[in-house]
């Protein structure tokens, strides 16, 4: 019986670990040096395909990097905002803007996504990549991208090249 009790227990935690590896529970840290090129790539992609004809400008003052629990580094790419609304451009739907998405944020890394969600009384699309970056599309025309896990010996701005 207490042979039974240890393999029941062994297949629950490895049950819950595939689980999490399953949802993304585990983020896949990106290399430092990488990090502020991929993002910045990242926004761009998604901004063309967001609202081609607008120009988005990055607030680099919301560029940093977080310690975190000894070890974690959380990259912060910042925010980006265009003149006017994302959302009711000349009719369009959340629909809309999340069927032109698609390819580039699957092209991105970031998992797809079928709707928008209120958050603090406004209409967000939100999405994660494997690195555990959160990307933020509101319906007035702001994107934000947040918590990336990035891989650096130092968690300083300096170690992902951001002077």
């Known amino acids: ?82 003149d006017g609304p994302l959302i009711s451009r000349d009719g369009r739907t959340w629909d809309d803007l999340i069927g032109d998405l698609g390819p580039s944020l699957e092209k991105a890394g970031f998992d797809p996504v079928d709707a928008a969600s ?7 699309l939100e999405t994660t990549d494997a690195h555990g970056a959160t990307l933020q599309l509101t319906e007035d025309g702001r994107m934000r991208i947040h918590s990336a896990l990035v891989d650096a010996d130092a968690c300083t701005e300096s170690a992902l090249g951001i002077d």
């Open 1 to 82: 019986m207490q042979g039974s009790r240890v393999v029941s227990r062994g297949a629950a935690v490895g049950t819950v670990l595939l689980v999490f590896s399953a949802c993304g529970g585990f983020d896949t840290p990106l290399p430092a040096e990488d990090a502020v090129a991929h993002y910045d790539d990242v926004a761009t992609t998604v901004a063309d395909a967001a609202a081609p004809e607008a120009s988005w400008n990055h607030a680099e003052s919301t560029r940093h990097v977080t310690a975190e629990d000894p070890g974690t580094c959380r990259y912060t790419p910042g925010d980006w905002s265009m």
């Open 118 to 124: 209120e958050q603090a009384s406004r209409r967000v």
